[in-house]
């Protein structure tokens, strides 16, 4: 093992999107090992601030769904895959003529920026983006479509993400990647973008092979890396599609599932 990497909600962080002492001390004795240890989230770099402390991390992080690579103390990016604007406008066309009353923000600018459709921040929560909605403002759709994007979010009022999902999978179309996080609205990335890729670039920058990566999840967007990854783990709670990707799975993110893996495969 040289490299853990742990997505973040639903994973490392309990109920309380905490990091468990159990948790910290299994990280730093990782650290200490000389285990590199990255957080591979759905979060853009704002959400990651929030917790970096209590979780040591200080250099490379993949946010995004794996859009792009980021070093959190250094400021720096290895790397940013963008949606172009066409490819947005075109999925944005096609999915609001089959789902009224969907609304779209855009995350860009090495994820510091987050644009949001007039509207978007009246549903919106702390906790969806890490971002207070009263800071969100409002602006027309096409301005949300109008730059590229390192992710374009999508939801509805009423509609459950996961039929918004099935829709969008529906529509057949291409030139971009859609997944959940289990946050309230659906994820598109760049066309290949998932959290394996990201982390098999920043794996190959840092002369890591796969087989020498263990990697936790509990979502969709996990599932990609969970199979990559020499040694997927997968939380109790996960659904099964991200159970069966994982070489085995630990108990859940309450019970410090990641901690008691990382602790076993230290050893004494």
Known sequence: ???????????LLDSSSAVSPRTRAALDAARDAGVAVVPVTARQPIGLRVIAADAGFDGWALCGNGAYATHLTEGRMLFAEELPPATLRTLADALRASVPGLLFASVREGGETFVAQHGYAAIAQLSDHKRDPATM?????????????????????????????????????????????????????????????????????LGIDRSDVVAFGDALNDVEMLRWAGHGVAMAHAEPVVQEAAHETTATNDDDGVARVIERLLGP
């Open 137 to 205: 403002g409002g602006v027309p759709l096409d301005e949300v479509l109008a730059a590229p994007t390192l992710k374009l979010v999508i939801r509805h009022p009423e509609l459950a993400p996961a039929a918004l999902f099935e829709t969008l999978r529906s529509l057949e179309l291409t030139g971009f990647e859609a997944t959940l996080s289990g946050a309230p609205f659906v994820e598109v990335m760049a066309q290949g973008v998932t959290k394996a890729t990201g982390l098999a670039r920043l794996c190959t920058h």
């Open 1 to 11: 093992m040289r490299l853990i990497a742990t997505d973040l909600d639903g994973t």
